[in-house]
């Protein structure tokens, strides 16, 4: 999915200035243990899907969203995984933008893994121990959804 037309409605209003932004990452496990994660377009990284928050609606309805745009998957959200920040990002149109890190846990319900949208090249499931290269943040993410006392974490 592009860019969300609330932000570039805020685009037009502050520029390239930084915005604020909530953010959620969906680590998804399915009955097996594995783990489903995206390459993304923009960039070429394996991660787990991601996306904004819309206006009005909650983390936990965005992981669920994000997930089948992204994906074709249906998953349930099964807990709160932990909060944290990003470091401030500079997009290469130069918009800058820090994020909310909302990290949901998420079990596999249905649908078969597809890449389902434009933002990235490819889908795939991997066990834990045959994950590829993936960014801190969502390394972090899978430790935080992976732990077995289902603990939410915090960073601070």
Not at 113 to 125: K, P, Y
Not at 130 to 143: C, E, K, V
Not at 147 to 153: F, G, I, S, Y
Request: glycine fraction near 10%; proline fraction near 8%; charge should be negative.
């Amino acid at each position: 999915m592009p860019t969300p037309d609330f932000i570039l409605a805020l685009r037009d209003l502050v520029g390239d200035h930084p915005l604020w932004l909530p953010g959620v990452k969906a680590v998804v496990t399915d009955d097996a243990g594995r783990l489903l994660l995206v390459r993304r377009a923009d960039n070429g990284r394996w991660t787990v899907p991601a996306g904004i928050v819309e206006p009005g609606e909650e983390p936990a309805a965005t992981a669920v969203r994000e997930v089948l745009e992204e994906t074709g998957v249906h998953v349930a959200v099964t807990h709160l995984a932990g909060v944290g920040i990003t470091a401030p990002v500079v997009y290469p149109n130069g918009d800058h933008a820090q994020y909310l890190d909302v990290v949901m846990a998420c079990a596999y319900t249905g649908g078969e893994a597809r890449v389902n949208d434009d933002e990235n090249l490819e889908v795939g499931w991997f066990s834990r121990d045959g994950l590829p290269d993936i960014p801190p943040l969502h390394a972090r993410a899978i430790g935080w959804a992976l732990d077995p006392e289902r603990r939410a974490h915090f960073v601070g």
